[in-house]
């Protein structure tokens, strides 16, 4: 995964940012091969994503959102975060959300939604095309 900030545009900061890792799949596990799991900073982007998920057909299902319980997993004696969790077993996919969410810029005030879509991506014939229908839905005429 990889965060870049916007260029800047003062005037007019985006409301939210919305990544789509196709990672290993942690929520898969949990919701399944039709649903993405999603990790939201804010209610109204969560909620939000999960309407657009259903008018569209990427169906989403929210992760747990604790930063107060995800943060100590990225303590590290040498660096201001590690890259892996300290106990990879503990909400990995909720992590890797705080993880991106904690690398997006300082100066960003909007919502973060991150799409863990590995599992709706691709089935035996190959991609499916989920989280394309998604993003368009989520921006369409939306602000």
């Not at 789509?20 to 942690?26: E, H, I, R, Y």
């Amino acid at each position: 995964e990889g965060v870049h900030p916007p260029p800047p545009r003062p005037s007019s900061p985006p409301p939210l940012t919305l990544d789509m890792p196709p990672l290993p799949g942690a929520p898969g596990t949990a919701t399944g091969h039709k649903h993405a799991g999603i990790y939201c900073t804010d209610d109204a982007a969560e909620q939000r994503t999960l309407v657009a998920g259903r008018k569209c057909g990427d169906l989403c299902f929210p992760l747990l959102y604790a930063p107060e319980y995800h943060a100590p997993e990225f303590t590290s004696p040498v660096a201001d975060m590690r890259n892996l969790m300290l106990q990879t077993n503990n909400a990995g996919c909720s992590c890797a959300g705080h993880f991106v969410v904690e690398n997006t810029s300082k100066d960003f005030k909007g919502a973060n939604v991150h799409v863990d879509l590995a599992f709706p991506s691709h089935n035996k014939a190959g991609g499916t095309g989920f989280g394309v229908a998604l993003t368009v839905q989520m921006f369409s005429g939306a602000f």
